[in-house]
């Protein structure tokens, strides 16, 4: 059933027009933590899949989403707010536990991968303390927000905040979020 949502959400993201094409003009873009911004021409912008595999510290997650089929979700309309795991996240996994995901490419590595994916495009700014979102795979993330403005998603840190991309969002995290099932 919830592999049968994720597909169906999926499909209906990938119909959404691009919420981007109304969007004229420069946006900005964060090279460090949430609320860091430096201008960028929406020229130069490539769909999340694409950011991702620039960004440099997250080849496991683009590895992970070719093996279990979502790249071309990905690289679809959207918009998506994605909560990137870096690879020294997935390094961070028990012994074994990156092996036995990949063995399962379609069962729980994408219950995993989905769980990383809220449909909408969510700012750094817009991320408040208390706030909740239901990713694609059907699970709540919690955002805190300490007093120095340090943001957590459950107990992962943001740790670079509004990587732009033409169809949503990356925000570069430091711990792989996995589903409740399967903490």
Same mark, same amino acid.
Not at 52 to 79: D, F, Q, R, S, Y
Not at 84 to 100: C, H, N, V, Y
Not at 106 to 120: C, S
Not at 140 to 155: A, F, M, P, R
């Given at each position: 059933?919830?592999?049968?949502?994720?597909?169906?959400?999926?499909?209906?993201?990938?119909?959404?027009?691009?919420?981007?094409?109304?969007?004229?003009?420069?946006?900005?873009?964060?090279?460090? *933590?949430?609320?860091?911004?430096?201008? /960028?021409?929406?020229?130069?912008?490539?769909?999340?899949?694409?950011?991702?595999?620039?960004?440099?510290?997250? /080849?496991?997650?683009?590895?992970?989403?070719?093996? *279990?089929?979502?790249? /071309?979700?990905?690289?679809?309309?959207?918009?998506?707010?994605?909560?990137?795991?870096?690879?020294?996240?997935?390094?961070?996994?028990?012994?074994?536990?990156?092996?036995?995901?990949?063995?399962?490419?379609?069962?729980?590595?994408?219950?995993?991968?989905?769980?990383?994916?809220?449909?909408?495009?969510?700012?750094?700014? /817009?991320?408040?303390?208390?706030?909740?979102?239901?990713?694609?795979?059907?699970?709540?993330?919690?955002?805190?927000?300490?007093?120095?403005?340090?943001?957590?998603?459950?107990?992962?840190?943001?740790?670079?905040?509004?990587?732009?991309?033409?169809?949503?969002?990356?925000?570069?995290?430091?711990?792989?979020?996995?589903?409740?099932?399967?903490?």
């Amino acid at each position: 059933m919830r592999r049968a949502t994720i597909v169906i959400l999926s499909l209906v993201l990938l119909a959404t027009p691009a919420a981007l094409a109304a969007c004229g003009g420069d946006v900005t873009a964060s090279g460090g *933590a949430a609320g860091d911004e430096a201008a /960028e021409s929406t020229d130069d912008l490539r769909n999340v899949v694409d950011r991702a595999v620039e960004t440099g510290n997250l /080849e496991t997650l683009t590895t992970a989403l070719t093996e *279990a089929g979502l790249v /071309e979700t990905l690289k679809g309309a959207g918009p998506f707010t994605v909560f990137a795991p870096t690879d020294e996240a997935f390094d961070a996994l028990p012994d074994g536990a990156l092996d036995k995901l990949l063995a399962d490419p379609q069962g729980e590595l994408t219950d995993v991968l989905a769980h990383h994916v809220v449909p909408g495009e969510i700012m750094s700014a /817009e991320l408040t303390d208390g706030m909740t979102v239901e990713t694609l795979q059907g699970a709540e993330l919690t955002v805190s927000v300490d007093d120095d403005g340090n943001v957590k998603i459950n107990d992962s840190v943001l740790m670079t905040g509004d990587v732009f991309a033409e169809n949503g969002v990356i925000h570069v995290i430091d711990a792989v979020l996995l589903p409740p099932e399967q903490e």
